[in-house]
DNA sequence: ATTGTATATTTTGTATACAAAATAAGGAAT
DNA sequence: ATTCCTTATTTTGTATACAAAATATACAAT
């Protein structure tokens, strides 16, 4: 069933910022780093006037930010912080398992060597943030590991949802972390998946992929 | 690796539309319905006059489809309809294809018997009007059907997901049906899905599924 | 004719102002 | 005290106004 991809890839253009876009980004980190809690209300006031922009381009985020899904904008009763439900949550993983499974075979068959090998490099700087317990950087570099491979798939649409994905799971997952024994099994599979990397098997990684995914299910539900 | 959905599926309320809601559906329309083409640029001016609305609901609906993949907002030198390459079809294709196949699995685990003797009516009328010849009417429920495999999957984040590819592909779709030999491979591949619904073999119809999606990018690449 | 440059016009981005709706506050009746 | 209704106050939605940027136009120099 599976096509190779027929295109090359490309590069993008940088492109400027309009405020919109600016005040979209401040709140996105303000949501995602927690200092806007899910379920709070979003007070326009006070945020317009901390952020020293006029309402219109600070509503026109809103509507970027709710059709990204991390907001709900509920007509003349104001936006809150969208709270993910467990039901949420499940679907999301579930969800990208798939696409992470899809692009761990994807990129075996169309990365290149060098990029294969980037990837095992941030493996590898992973390795050593969990020996040395470093957490907050280990994460980061975890979330740069599934975006890569998902970028590295070749599949545009694919990197978006799994970008849009991973971005609404942030806070979450990173809850999930906090047991040690967690993070000694997470660490395990990404393990292999390094293994199914260095022999290029797209089925393998997969698989480890997807079952990760579905791990981590386990190792955050509590923390809903 | 596949974990029954632990949740039940639920209703949802009905909300009030507001203007920019209104305006983000009308112009969605015209994109769709190709009255605004693609690469064609977006006359804020004209339309504002002709949807007679002000500016300020009308960026709002601009964001929303900017978020949605329907157009392009560049910065200072306005919006225009994206046009998509070979590329983007093709991309959203092969990641149509895993979705629908992974929707395939899902609804012969958790749909209702009378959820899937409904998708089986549909096929029927689809039936009546492929041997009618009303092509129109054919792609309408055809729409439906894929949809609505993907609404009984029971997991809402796939769903949501399907439902903006489907929504950015319709047009090109549409004319992928002109030749009479595409419409007859469609059907006959629609037939094998009814047999395996008829089965609930999720296997099965995950793989016609995929297939026909991968098929359906002979059929339409061309017509771009 | 072509290129370049200066000026006018249009288009886009943002702020403010006003209207409508929702929420909160203040009593009166039970 | 509790419920209901009425009237402020706040919050939200939309329109308009102004500023900045981009594009088009006109004309000169080569």
């Given at each position: 069933m599976e096509l190779s991809s027929p295109f090359p890839m490309e590069a993008v253009a940088i492109e400027k910022q309009t405020l919109h876009d600016q005040v979209a980004n401040r709140i996105r980190?303000?949501?995602?780093?927690?200092?806007?809690?899910p379920g709070t209300r979003i007070d326009?006031?006070?945020l317009v006037e901390q952020l020293g922009?006029?309402?219109?381009?600070?509503?026109?985020?809103?509507?970027?930010?709710?059709?990204?899904?991390?907001?709900?904008?509920?007509?003349?009763?104001g936006s809150i912080?969208?709270?993910?439900?467990?039901?949420?949550?499940f679907s999301m993983l579930e969800l990208l398992a798939h696409l992470e499974k899809l692009a761990g075979r994807l990129i075996c068959e169309r990365a290149s060597d060098a990029q294969i090998d980037g990837l095992l490099k941030?493996?590898?700087?992973?390795?050593?943030?969990?020996?040395?317990g470093d957490r907050l950087p280990?994460?980061?570099?975890?979330?740069?590991?599934?975006s890569r491979v998902s970028e590295l798939a070749g599949n545009e649409s694919l990197r978006d949802v799994q970008a849009n994905i991973q971005a609404r799971l942030k806070r979450i997952r990173f809850l999930g972390n906090s047991k040690p024994a967690y993070w000694d099994s997470a660490v395990a599979e990404h393990e292999q998946m390094a293994a199914?990397?260095?022999?290029?098997?797209?089925?393998?990684?997969?698989?480890v992929m997807a079952q990760h995914l579905m791990n981590t299910w386990d190792r955050v539900k509590d923390h809903i």
């Open positions: 980190d303000l949501i995602i780093e927690g200092h806007l809690a326009e006031t006070m922009v006029s309402r219109t381009p600070f509503r026109e985020a809103l509507r970027t930010l709710a059709a990204e899904g991390l907001i709900i904008i509920r007509p003349s009763k912080v969208r709270k993910l439900t467990p039901q949420d949550v941030l493996h590898e700087e992973m390795l050593k943030r969990y020996r040395e280990y994460y980061k570099l975890n979330q740069e590991f599934h199914a990397l260095r022999k290029r098997d797209g089925e393998a990684l997969g698989q």
